[in-house]
Nanobody
Framework: DVQLQASGGGLVQAGGSLRLSCAAS????????IAWFRQAPGKEREGISC?????????YYADSVKGRFTISRDDAKNTVSLQVDSLQPEDTAVYYC?????????????????WGQGTQVTVSS
């Protein structure tokens, strides 16, 4: 089984940037679709970005982050990153990465088997 470790969160001012990372162990991510979700207090977990397998690497972005967030794979490091730019207070949430073998760009929580522990992103106004 693959284990995921999310990192890179922090406290930033509005307009700032962070780079979130999802590092994998136990298996290579080549054949996994990877997604980033976020969950704000009192809200449901929201799928915001996905990337397909190494052979395809098609991507998906939710409308709420399109143009500001960029997902990418680094197969040599067995890592998927999410560059988050132009952050706004409404982006404040715990960000999670998730993986499922051959999962193609789904934003449904139920479609992912493996989850990282989450990293907190807080954006001040």
């Amino acid at each position: 089984d693959v284990q995921l470790q999310a990192s890179g969160g922090g406290l930033v001012q509005a307009g700032g940037s962070l780079r979130l990372s999802c590092a994998a162990s136990g298996d290579t991510l080549d054949d996994y679709g990877i997604a980033w979700f976020r969950q704000a207090p009192g809200k449901e977990r929201e799928g915001i970005s996905c990337i397909y397998t190494s052979a395809n690497s098609g991507t998906y972005y939710a409308d709420s982050v399109k143009g500001r967030f960029t997902i990418s794979r680094d197969d040599a490091k067995n890592t998927v990153s999410l560059q988050v730019d132009s952050l706004q207070p409404e982006d404040t949430a715990v960000y999670y990465c998730a993986a499922d073998r051959y999962r193609r760009n789904s934003d449904d929580v139920a479609d992912y088997t493996y989850w990282g522990q989450g990293t907190q992103v807080t954006v001040s106004s």
